[in-house]
């Protein structure tokens, strides 16, 4: 399974960005797509996750300003962050728990900077 997300961002505190991470390889059955963080100095936290029926599931700190979604037919998984803050820069990783194992992304650096 390999996971290849779009490129890092940099956007002034209050704009936005989206991610998106595309699935590819022994990717059948897959339920779970999701993203973590992990800022400097800080544990690689949950960000957001989404199953294959559309449910999902939102850290507390992104509530309300972060939107994972996902399209099925193209494995791929979005992520919308809106009303960016200084504290959600962070190396973002998808991952994909797939028979067993979890898969990662390469890591995307999002900036939050004026």
């Not at 199953?51 to 509530?63: I, W």
């Not at 973002?92 to 990662?104: A, E, I, T």
């Not at 995307?108 to 004026?114: M, P, R």
Request: charged fraction near 20%.
């Amino acid at each position: 399974v390999q996971l290849q997300a779009s490129e890092e961002g940099l956007v002034q505190p209050g704009g936005s960005l989206r991610l998106s991470c595309v699935a590819s390889g022994s990717i059948f059955g897959i339920s779970v797509m999701g993203w973590y963080r992990q800022g400097q100095g800080k544990q690689r936290e949950l960000v957001a996750k989404i199953l294959r029926d559309g449910s999902t599931e939102h850290g507390d700190s992104v509530k309300g300003r972060f939107t994972i979604s996902r399209d099925v037919a193209k494995n791929t998984v979005y992520l919308q962050m809106n009303s960016l803050k200084p504290e959600d820069t962070a190396v973002y990783y998808c991952y994909v728990p797939l028979r067993g194992s979890v898969y990662w992304g390469q890591g995307t650096q999002v900036t939050v900077s004026s």
